[in-house]
């Protein structure tokens, strides 16, 4: 058996389990855990200007690369309380992020000593599993723990607080004998599986709808094979973007009030049959439970029990892992196939296909200040296929939904529930760090870009290029359209005349010189003509330099994008495009 202290005894399991950097900020109380990883030498450390940031580049490491968990690092006190916003996106989107804290000593636990606070108490209600541990031999065994849960069932952050002397103390540990534990995951029987089916066989319209469970279990290839064996038209959900591309026959559009295509609605409003595999229902997915569900029958696939039934009850619900359940569902309609018992519904998959070639928004608008719409119209056109986006909330999350497009799982990176503002840099920080060779594109609004905008300089120090598309309006732009039912215009100006940037007029902060002071490159775009020229210049600057490039397009003060009340009341504040339906050639958005 080994001696070593608790601290180098965590670094060890962190090794054995597939870790290999962390994301953090020292102090104090942490200093133990970040000697042991110095003598180590063996785990990455990316050093962030924000703890909470440090907590979103490890969300989007999660998110980059299945099989990846993401760990934050952090001292006692504010350290824990900056992590808890990355641990509530976390939970909300079953993402497994590990953070690790300091603590006081633990005599001095009651004590109200300096930065001493119960953080595992406040952590609780956004992880699976929160605890300071007091008792040293326990370390290593807390840690295997804590990967055995974020990686069983449902997915999801974990946080352990480290009293420093826990840290320090001296403990017996074989890393040889050392084993992860098993995960567990739930999986579909054949009984359940045979009765979707022969729901599924009895509907004339029915749907797949495919969310981000299905990625989170490395299954949409599986699930584009048992969607073509079935020839079932497939609706993703937002965190399920990239499980079918968007130019596959199948792919039949995004539903939705807000983050959705045209006919995505309106073929849901067509269907007669669903089958959710790995998504929740979320809301602004829904909208109405009312008007989502009437007229159809619901299968709910979910590996996490008290999923089934929280926003409605499914006609049948079934406890499983996507792929399990997936692999399961290919078996069974193989064998029906082959016995005649599926339909054929190649009538129906024409009648989506039609919509998707018809019903489209524009986006070819050629007004100074631009149009935000032509500004995803050229990053579709400069980024092609093999691009990953990260994004968070706002006018231009939903845009960017309504108008890019995506090919690959793990190619749209978005924290769909939680939606905090400033998540998109971090993240897209920790998504270049998983993956050093990927195409990364931020997409963000003003507001979202300068509530972390000092993560910027972690891209610089630590060489993590990516290019940053910022949208600026000046205008906090959706709660400003929110107000709109209010009758009002309060407290979402943004605007302002800088007097060191005159040149700029009334769109307030430099953003081109905050980034340049943060050791990145940025440029300013007010033409939309002049946007790929921009995207290009961004490509050689990050070639050239290996840092973050903030491409800034200033846009028209007001927009009011696309979306409503219920999936059959969303209001088009732009034009709108209706082509024949029997063009020939399938039409992205």
């Given at each position: 058996m080994a001696r070593m202290t608790a601290a180098e005894a965590a670094v060890r399991v962190l090794e054995r389990e597939g870790v290999d950097v962390c994301f953090g900020v020292p102090?104090?109380?942490?200093?133990?855990?970040y000697a042991a990883m110095q003598r180590r030498g063996t785990l990455r450390h990316v050093l962030a200007r924000h703890v909470e940031g440090?907590?979103?580049?490890?969300?989007?490491?999660?998110?980059?690369?299945?099989?990846?968990?993401?760990?934050?690092?952090?001292?006692?006190?504010?350290?824990?309380?900056?992590?808890i916003t990355g641990l509530y996106s976390a939970i909300a989107d079953s993402i497994p992020i590990l953070c690790i804290t300091g603590q006081a000593p633990r005599a001095r636990l009651h004590k109200e000593d300096f930065q001493a606070i119960n953080v595992p108490d406040i952590a609780?209600?956004?992880?699976?599993?929160?605890?300071?541990?007091?008792?040293?031999?326990?370390?290593?065994?807390?840690?295997?723990?804590?990967?055995?849960?974020?990686?069983?069932?449902?997915?999801?952050?974990?946080?352990?607080?480290?009293?420093?002397?826990?840290?320090?103390?001296?403990?017996?540990?074989?890393?040889?004998?050392y084993q992860p534990l098993p995960v567990y995951k739930p999986a579909a029987s054949r009984v359940q599986v045979e009765k979707a089916l022969a729901m599924l066989a009895a509907a004339e319209r029915p749907l797949l709808v495919s969310g981000?469970?299905?990625?989170?279990?490395?299954?949409?290839?599986?699930?584009?094979?048992?969607?073509?064996?079935?020839?079932?038209?497939?609706?993703?959900?937002?965190?399920?973007?990239?499980?079918?591309?968007?130019?596959?026959?199948?792919?039949?559009?995004?539903?939705?009030?807000?983050?959705?295509?045209?006919?995505?609605?309106?073929?849901?409003?067509?269907?007669?049959f669903v089958l959710?595999?790995?998504?929740?229902?979320?809301?602004?997915?829904?909208?109405?439970?009312?008007?989502?569900?009437?007229?159809?029958?619901?299968?709910?696939?979910?590996?996490?029990?008290?999923?089934?039934?929280?926003?409605?009850?499914?006609?049948?619900g079934i406890v499983s892992d996507a792929g399990a359940a997936l692999d399961l569902f290919i078996e069974v309609a193989r064998e029906w196939k082959a016995a005649g018992k599926l339909k054929?519904?190649?009538?129906?998959?024409?009648?989506?296909?039609?919509?998707?070639?018809?019903?489209?928004?524009?986006?070819?608008?050629?007004?100074?200040?631009?149009?935000?719409?032509?500004?995803?119209?050229?990053?579709n056109s400069a980024f092609g296929e093999d691009v990953t986006y990260v994004t968070t909330i706002g006018l231009s999350q939903i845009a960017g939904a309504q108008f890019l497009h995506v090919y690959k799982p793990r190619h749209w990176i978005n924290c769909g529930q939680a939606g905090p503002l400033g998540w998109t840099l971090p993240a897209a920080l920790g998504?270049?760090?998983?993956?050093?060779?990927?195409?990364?594109?931020?997409?963000?609004?003003?507001?979202?870009?300068?509530?972390?905008?000092?993560?910027?300089?972690?891209?610089?120090?630590?060489?993590?290029?990516?290019?940053?598309?910022?949208?600026?309006?000046?205008?906090?732009?959706?709660?400003?359209?929110?107000?709109?039912?209010?009758?009002?215009?309060?407290?979402?100006?943004?605007?302002?005349?800088?007097?060191?940037?005159?040149?700029?007029?009334?769109?307030?902060?430099?953003?081109?010189?905050?980034?340049?002071?943060?050791?990145?490159?940025a440029i300013r775009v007010t033409q939309?003509?002049?946007?790929q020229d921009a995207f290009a210049q961004a490509n050689r600057w990050m070639e050239e330099f290996q840092v973050p490039v903030v491409v800034e397009v200033v846009l028209e003060r007001v927009t009011n994008i696309a979306m409503g009340t219920d999936i059959d009341n969303v209001t088009e504040f732009e034009e709108t495009i209706d082509l024949p339906v029997d063009q020939p050639e399938t039409v992205l958005v």
């Open positions: 102090g104090a109380a942490i200093n133990p855990f440090a907590s979103h580049m490890a969300e989007g490491y999660t998110r980059a690369k299945a099989g990846n968990i993401g760990v934050c690092v952090g001292t006692s006190g504010p350290a824990g309380t900056d992590m609780r209600p956004v992880t699976k599993w929160a605890l300071t541990v007091l008792e040293p031999a326990q370390v290593p065994y807390v840690f295997q723990q804590a990967f055995h849960l974020m990686r069983s069932g449902r997915p999801g952050p974990v946080l352990i607080d480290l009293p420093i002397d826990v840290q320090m103390a001296e403990i017996e540990f074989d890393e040889e004998a981000g469970g299905v990625i989170n279990a490395d299954a949409s290839d599986t699930l584009v094979e048992f969607a073509e064996l079935l020839g079932i038209p497939v609706i993703p959900t937002l965190m399920g973007w990239g499980t079918i591309p968007d130019d596959h026959p199948l792919m039949a559009g995004m539903v939705g009030l807000q983050t959705a295509h045209r006919y995505g609605n309106a073929t849901m409003l067509a269907s007669d959710g595999i790995g998504n929740r229902w979320a809301n602004r997915h829904t909208g109405s439970v009312e008007v989502y569900t009437r007229g159809r029958k619901f299968v709910h696939v979910d590996i996490e029990p008290t999923q089934i039934g929280r926003v409605f009850m499914p006609d049948l054929d519904l190649s009538g129906w998959v024409a009648d989506c296909q039609g919509r998707k070639r018809s019903l489209h928004r524009r986006s070819d608008f050629d007004q100074v200040p631009i149009k935000p719409q032509r500004v995803y119209q050229e990053m998504v270049r760090v998983a993956d050093p060779k990927r195409k990364i594109v931020a997409l963000s609004g003003d507001y979202d870009f300068q509530f972390m905008i000092e993560e910027l300089a972690v891209g610089a120090q630590h060489k993590l290029p990516y290019i940053h598309v910022l949208v600026n309006n000046a205008y906090l732009g959706l709660i400003r359209q929110a107000q709109r039912a209010f009758q009002m215009d309060f407290q979402v100006q943004l605007s302002f005349e800088n007097i060191n940037a005159p040149e700029i007029g009334v769109y307030g902060v430099d953003h081109v010189a905050v980034a340049e002071g943060l050791g990145c490159k939309p003509d002049r946007i």
